[in-house]
T-cell receptor
Framework: QKEVEQNSGPLSVPEGAIASLNCTYSDRGSQSFFWYRQYSGKSPELIMSIYSNGDKEDGRFTAQLNKASQYVSLLIRDSQPSDSATYLC????????????FGRGTSLIVHP | NAGVTQTPKFQVLKTGQSMTLQCAQDMNHNSMYWYRQDPGMGLRLIYYSASEGTTDKGEVPNGYNVSRLNKREFSLRLESAAPSQTSVYFCASPSSRSSTDTQYFGPGTRLTVL
């Protein structure tokens, strides 16, 4: 069974700090990795995608992928209270169906 | 361009009642998906449709049926609602049927079964 694991949190960080969110996955054939942000009562929205090993930066967000260790992480620099949300990791696995498997999400709280 | 739309936004049912959740996308995508989200459980796939005229079961299909009416619309039906089906339901449509596709989500339907 293909699994995507995340610490449910909550992860609490002060405003201006770096928030680090982690995700591990079980299927070594996984090819695409996504981070979604979900505000309370809202639908998930894509914030980052990464497909190859290494870092990918987009503004205050950096996604890191290590396929050998089967983990993907999301760093949020200069965290703001508006970043407070649940962050969902999603993995598209191999095999032709390309149906993503979602983690249970990590709740992030950024306090002033 | 509304993206993915869902109706209704909220619904309260009694045990045993039936209802249909509607989803439509105007992005000309081939695939559409139905998820449910429960506290602490993440998003779980109920059914999906890879293209018009095809549907397949996901992780948690029991108690649900689906219809891919046309390329735009994908409905989810609860024939006899149970309290265990109390959840938030999201319809989603990926941008393309490839390993790099991302999911575009509708606003969700909050369903309570009493």
């Amino acid at each position: 069974q293909k699994e995507v694991e995340q610490n449910s949190g909550p992860l609490s960080v002060p405003e201006g700090a770096i928030a680090s969110l982690n995700c591990t996955y079980s299927d070594r054939g996984s090819q695409s990795f996504f981070w979604y942000r979900q505000y309370s009562g809202k639908s998930p929205e894509l914030i980052m995608s990464i497909y190859s090993n290494g870092d990918k930066e987009d503004g205050r967000f950096t996604a890191q992928l290590n396929k050998a260790s089967q983990y993907v992480s999301l760093l949020i620099r200069d965290s703001q209270p508006s970043d407070s949300a649940t962050y969902l990791c999603a993995v598209n696995t191999s095999g032709g169906s390309y149906i993503p498997t979602f983690g249970r999400g990590t709740s992030l709280i950024v306090h002033p | 361009n509304a993206g993915v739309t869902q109706t209704p936004k909220f619904q309260v049912l009694k045990t045993g009642q039936s209802m249909t959740l509607q989803c439509a996308q105007d992005m000309n995508h081939n695939s559409m998906y139905w998820y449910r989200q429960d506290p602490g459980m993440g998003l779980r796939l109920i059914y999906y449709s890879a293209s018009e005229g095809t549907t397949d079961k996901g992780e948690v299909p029991n108690g649900y049926n689906v219809s891919r009416l046309n390329k735009r619309e994908f409905s989810l039906r609860l024939e006899s609602a149970a309290p265990s089906q109390t959840s938030v339901y999201f319809c989603a449509s990926p941008s393309s049927r490839s390993s790099t596709d991302t999911q575009y989500f509708g606003p969700g339907t909050r369903l309570t079964v009493l």
